[in-house]
């Protein structure tokens, strides 16, 4: 016989019962407004009116290479002349995959009947069909504009007539920086891993060997290769997060205080799926001011429950001086400053010290937002949906990518490393709200609206950064 629904004790309900699993066995679905991709979805509409990259280049060097893009199969190619094509996969003859096509000094030839399309689906030959068959002025294959930059090939899938500049952020304008891509695959959805980043709470905890078995079996935080540097595992450092742009972007701010170190951390997040992140290897052994990204990417679908990473890899003196950076490691399934990040390492070693690929894809294949339970240390990720869904639900389209003229638009980039000397003031509670201003003010200078993108600004608010640590010093008699 069926037990009733509400049998919890007094005082109790069902999602505070001791030992009531039986009560929260349900799993409601996910939350497709800002998970789905597919044509026609929001999300995946507004995904389409930003260039997206879909391959690494290296990937197109020898042969077609069959993707997937927000639930379209597609393939890219490099043809003879070295141009870069994007294109539904299936031929528009009789559907064989253009994957077997052969690339052409211009375009590509299907294997099956010799169809041979242009990079933009023109039909250049039919070679079955009379000369004077209709076909070829009736039909485009199915293809999108598609350009190379610093090792990955980037595709617009949106209305032809709304195509976007490519977006350049100042932030890859540093004094001889080398770029280089890399990706890597998991098998969840794409909003889980763009999280990942806004929730700060992971890197003093999951990062700083806390997570893993290294502390248990007694070995040091930074022990383990899914930990970072040990300047990351200061004790809980002050967390802010803020909207920016107009609601088009947002900024992380982790401000950390190490012994007399103030070390001021922003991540720069932009919609759709773009975000930047700030050095990896900081030992906060000297002053900086506004340094800049160790890396930057995108995250994109392949369809609602696999998406990659597809990254640029900066190298440069400004956010590695030591040179701890390995470009040998990069490439497809890449990465040099984190073990973890791809699915590749044996399950023993995966199980023992988990990286981020691993809990990333263990909160289900699409995350379940109705089971979450968000608290104080995930303003970050609230935030980053509430930018999403306010920029999807906004019929005026008022932060999505504007109609170009086929060049670059440029922005200001605000991911930065500041490490201040400001020694720590006696009271740890008074301490801690003087990080929270440094943090504040670091961010101000960062963003203020009125620089214009490029190295001037840089200069600019590097030069108001060792002012305001002057003025706090002085204001704090050290
Ligand atoms: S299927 Fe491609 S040419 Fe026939
Ligand atoms: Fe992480």
Same mark, same amino acid.
């Given at each position: 016989?069926? &037990?009733?629904?509400d049998?919890?004790?007094?005082?109790?309900?069902?999602?505070? %019962?001791?030992?009531?699993?039986?009560?929260?066995?349900?799993?409601?679905?996910?939350?497709?407004?800002? %998970?789905?991709?597919?044509?026609?979805?929001p999300?995946?509409?507004?995904?389409?009116?930003y260039w997206?990259?879909v391959?690494?280049?290296?990937?197109?060097?020898? #042969?077609?290479?069959?993707?997937?893009?927000? *639930?379209?199969?597609?393939?890219?190619?490099?043809?003879? *002349?070295?141009?870069?094509?994007?294109?539904?996969?299936?031929?528009?003859h009789?559907?064989?995959?253009?994957?077997?096509?052969?690339p052409?000094?211009?375009?590509?030839?299907?294997?099956?009947?010799? =169809?041979?399309?242009?990079?933009?689906?023109?039909?250049?030959?039919?070679?079955?069909?009379?000369?004077?068959?209709?076909?070829?002025?009736?039909?485009?294959? *199915?293809?999108y504009?598609?350009? /190379?930059?610093?090792?990955?090939?980037?595709?617009?899938m949106?209305?032809?007539?709304?195509?976007?500049?490519f977006?350049?952020?100042?932030?890859?304008?540093?004094p001889?920086?080398?770029?280089?891509?890399?990706?890597?695959?998991?098998p969840?959805n =794409?909003?889980?891993?763009?999280?990942?980043?806004a929730?700060?709470?992971?890197?003093?905890?999951?990062?700083?060997?806390?997570?893993?078995?290294a502390l248990?079996?007694?070995?040091?935080?930074?022990?383990?290769?899914?930990?970072?540097?040990?300047?990351?595992?200061?004790?809980?450092?002050?967390?802010?997060?803020?909207?920016?742009?107009?609601?088009? %972007?947002?900024?992380?701010?982790t401000?950390?205080?190490?012994?007399?170190?103030?070390?001021?951390?922003?991540?720069?997040?932009?919609?759709p799926?773009?975000?930047?992140?700030?050095?990896?290897? /900081?030992?906060?052994?000297?002053?900086?001011?506004?340094?800049?990204?160790?890396h930057? &990417? =995108?995250?994109?679908?392949h369809d609602?429950?696999?998406?990659?990473?597809?990254?640029?890899?900066?190298?440069?003196? /400004?956010?590695?001086?030591?040179?701890?950076?390995?470009?040998?490691?990069?490439?497809?399934?890449? *990465?040099?400053?984190?073990?973890?990040?791809?699915?590749?390492?044996?399950?023993?070693e995966?199980?023992r010290?988990?990286?981020?690929w691993d809990v990333?894809?263990?909160?289900?294949?699409?995350?379940?937002?109705a089971?979450?339970?968000?608290?104080?240390?995930?303003?970050?990720?609230?935030? =980053?949906?509430?930018?999403?869904?306010?920029?999807?639900?906004?019929?005026?389209?008022h932060h999505?990518?504007k109609p170009?003229?086929?060049?670059?638009?440029?922005?200001?980039?605000?991911?930065?490393?500041?490490?201040?000397?400001?020694p720590?003031?006696?009271?740890?509670?008074?301490?801690?709200?003087?990080?929270?201003?440094?943090?504040?003010?670091v961010?101000?200078?960062?963003?203020?609206?009125?620089?214009?993108?490029?190295?001037? &600004?840089?200069?600019?608010?590097?030069?108001? #950064?060792?002012?305001?640590?002057?003025?706090?010093? /002085?204001?704090?008699g050290?």
């Amino acid at each position: 016989m069926a &037990r009733k629904k509400d049998s919890v004790a007094p005082g109790q309900n069902a999602l505070n %019962t001791p030992y009531g699993g039986y009560f929260q066995r349900e799993v409601p679905g996910p939350d497709p407004e800002l %998970t789905s991709t597919d044509p026609g979805t929001p999300m995946g509409e507004f995904m389409r009116r930003y260039w997206q990259p879909v391959c690494l280049s290296e990937k197109i060097d020898e #042969l077609p290479q069959p993707i997937r893009i927000m *639930g379209e199969d597609l393939v890219a190619f490099r043809d003879l *002349g070295g141009r870069v094509g994007v294109m539904h996969r299936h031929c528009s003859h009789r559907g064989a995959s253009l994957e077997f096509g052969l690339p052409q000094e211009k375009g590509i030839r299907c294997c099956y009947h010799g =169809w041979w399309y242009d990079i933009d689906g023109t039909i250049l030959e039919m070679p079955e069909e009379p000369d004077d068959s209709p076909i070829k002025d009736k039909l485009c294959h *199915g293809a999108y504009p598609a350009i /190379e930059r610093h090792g990955l090939v980037f595709a617009y899938m949106g209305p032809p007539d709304l195509k976007p500049d490519f977006h350049v952020y100042d932030s890859i304008d540093v004094p001889d920086n080398k770029i280089y891509a890399f990706s890597n695959w998991l098998p969840c959805n =794409w909003l889980q891993v763009h999280e990942n980043v806004a929730d700060q709470a992971h890197i003093s905890v999951f990062h700083n060997g806390v997570g893993s078995r290294a502390l248990m079996e007694g070995a040091g935080a930074d022990s383990t290769e899914t930990s970072l540097p040990k300047a990351f595992s200061a004790e809980s450092p002050v967390v802010e997060n803020r909207v920016t742009d107009n609601g088009r %972007t947002m900024v992380i701010i982790t401000t950390r205080r190490v012994g007399d170190r103030v070390w001021v951390r922003n991540n720069h997040f932009m919609v759709p799926n773009y975000l930047e992140i700030a050095g990896v290897f /900081e030992d906060l052994e000297s002053q900086k001011y506004f340094a800049g990204a160790s890396h930057v &990417r =995108w995250n994109v679908p392949h369809d609602d429950d696999s998406c990659s990473v597809f990254a640029w890899r900066y190298f440069n003196k /400004e956010s590695d001086p030591k040179g701890k950076g390995d470009s040998s490691k990069l490439g497809v399934e890449g *990465g040099d400053f984190l073990e973890g990040l791809t699915g590749a390492r044996p399950r023993e070693e995966r199980h023992r010290y988990p990286g981020d690929w691993d809990v990333l894809v263990g909160q289900r294949a699409i995350a379940v937002h109705a089971k979450e339970n968000l608290a104080a240390s995930d303003q970050g990720v609230a935030m =980053w949906r509430k930018i999403c869904r306010d920029a999807l639900r906004d019929e005026t389209q008022h932060h999505w990518a504007k109609p170009g003229n086929g060049g670059e638009a440029h922005f200001r980039g605000y991911v930065n490393d500041t490490v201040f000397f400001i020694p720590p003031l006696v009271d740890p509670a008074e301490d801690r709200d003087l990080l929270r201003d440094v943090g504040r003010r670091v961010t101000d200078i960062i963003t203020d609206e009125s620089l214009s993108p490029g190295r001037e &600004r840089k200069d600019e608010v590097r030069k108001r #950064l060792q002012a305001f640590e002057n003025e706090v010093c /002085e204001a704090h008699g050290s």
